[in-house]
DNA sequence: GCCAACGTTGGC
DNA sequence: GCCAACGTTGGC
């Protein structure tokens, strides 16, 4: 089983958002860059579990637990000229963007913000969302990392 | 295939 | 709103 980081602005969907949601399962849709795509198309599998980061908010951070319960298949909102996600690159018949479905695991009493995560950065130096310039919105996480992470989030 | 221009991301 | 960083686009 794999770890992840998986990144949405709250104001278009949170953590709260899926907690809500119907089975409290959602599509993880309108990911429009190629190293995501494939790493959601090729990569990710059911049951990897996947920390919810929030960015472009008050406080940036890791806010939940999230699990992967369908495996990457075409992201049909590429498909639809109404849809903000539209790409006419993309067709039904050879889709160039993919998406998973994650489900609701877990929200963290205490969210371990992005400060949080820089003031423990001696024993997260590999973590790719501490890295300057990182722009991918799914980021692998290595075992300690992901432990550490929960451990924080218990403090 | 190069690379400048442009667009987007995301913290501040 | 600013700006650094980086992905994408498109002319050549």
Redesign the pocket.
Known sequence: MKYWLM?S?PSVFGIEDLRKAPKKRSAWDGV????VRNMMRDEMRIGDLAFF?????DE?GIYGIIRIVKEGYPDHTAFDPTNDHFDA?SKPDNPTWYMVDVEFVEQFKRPVT??RL?ANAETLNELL?L???????VTPIKNGEWQRIVELSLQ
Request: hydrophobic letters at 10%; proline letters at 4%.
């Open positions: 990144k602005e429009r860059n190629y190293q980061y929030h960015s472009s908010c940036p690159k992005l400060d820089r969302i890295k300057r310039g990182n722009r991918l919105s």
